[in-house]
């Protein structure tokens, strides 16, 4: 079967869908494949003009895969320390807190991009992401330093980076 | 290896206590927020990550990282929505709430 470029995003949606659908069923047994390829299909059908498109999305590209590997480690290691900061703060007897909103712009150009490093800031600890207009970001952290780093995060140059990246293919 | 099992267990306790406190004793709206969301993402998350180890490698686990996976991506977003919705109605905030405005120079740095 020939699969047209414009439709790659729907197919690669139906294979996801697929694939979480045997994950939680599985069996592979024949009736439960095809109520799976349907409804995978119907799902990703209904939502066509939802789905992102290549602008829209980072590439799956070989030489982008490892920066992202090392991306979603990092954010974990951030995750911990931050965490372990957030816990120190609640649990001493005075509160130290110097809770700050922050506004910044980023150079993290593509809408899931920008959807991924606001989901990594709310993730970590001590920051939330309040509103994303365009290229503005206004975040809400605990203490006004966690608000200082926010603001030239090195995740978000990660971000930044592996679009550069994407450009150049 | 049912040691490492429950001092996941007990760690995911742990920060989800901190974030009870947390909750109790933070001042306004954003700050709670912040506490509740280090229990949904540590605490769940280790919890669950232990229970992963107890059932080793089978189905069950796979699942077990599946709802990992799936709380990571969907509390940092109502977390999101609770926060914009509170600063949208302009929800008082606590005594002292800076406000750093970065953009222009962020500008610049372009």
Redesign the interface.
């Known amino acids: 079967m020939c699969i047209r470029k414009e439709n790659r995003t729907f197919w690669a949606t139906f294979g996801l869908l697929l694939l979480?659908w045997l994950?939680?069923t599985?069996r592979l047994h024949w009736q439960h494949l095809l109520v799976g390829v349907i409804c995978s299909w119907a799902v990703a059908m209904i939502n066509r003009d939802l789905l992102l498109q290549p602008a829209e999305r980072p590439l799956l590209l070989l030489t982008t895969a490892r920066k992202w590997v090392q991306y979603f480690c990092q954010l974990l290691a951030a995750?911990?320390k931050a965490?372990w900061d957030?816990?120190r703060i609640?649990?001493k007897p005075k509160?130290e807190?110097?809770?700050?909103?922050?506004?910044?712009?980023?150079?993290v150009g593509k809408p899931f991009n920008r959807l991924i490093l606001?989901?990594?800031?709310?993730?970590t600890?001590?920051?939330?992401?309040?509103?994303i207009a365009e290229d503005?970001y206004?975040v809400?952290a605990?203490t006004?330093a966690a608000?200082?780093d926010c603001?030239e995060w090195e995740m978000m140059n990660r971000l930044a980076e592996i679009e550069e990246v994407e450009r150049g293919a | 290896m049912e040691i490492l099992v429950i001092i996941f267990l007990l760690a995911g306790m742990?920060?989800f206590v901190?974030g009870v406190?947390?909750l109790l004793?933070?001042?306004?709206v954003?700050?709670r927020?912040?506490?509740t969301?280090?229990c949904d993402?540590?605490g769940a998350g280790l919890i669950l990550f232990g229970l992963v180890l107890f059932a080793g490698i089978s189905?069950d686990s796979?699942?077990l990282l599946?709802i990992i996976l799936f709380i990571?991506?969907t509390?940092?977003?109502a977390?999101?929505i609770i926060?914009?919705a509170a600063?949208r109605n302009n929800e008082p905030?606590?005594e002292?709430?800076?406000?750093?405005?970065?953009?222009e120079?962020?500008?610049a740095c372009?």
């Open positions: 979480f994950l939680i599985w995750i911990f965490n957030v816990a609640v649990l509160l807190i110097s809770p700050s909103f922050v506004r910044y712009r980023t150079r606001g989901n990594s800031i709310t993730l600890p001590g920051t939330l992401t309040v509103e503005t206004v809400h605990i006004r608000a200082e603001a | 742990f920060f901190v406190v947390g004793r933070l001042p306004d954003y700050c927020l912040h506490a969301t280090k993402t540590l189905v796979v699942k599946l990571w991506l509390n940092p977003t977390s999101h926060a914009h600063y905030t606590a002292g709430t800076h406000t750093l405005d970065k953009t120079r962020g500008a372009d």
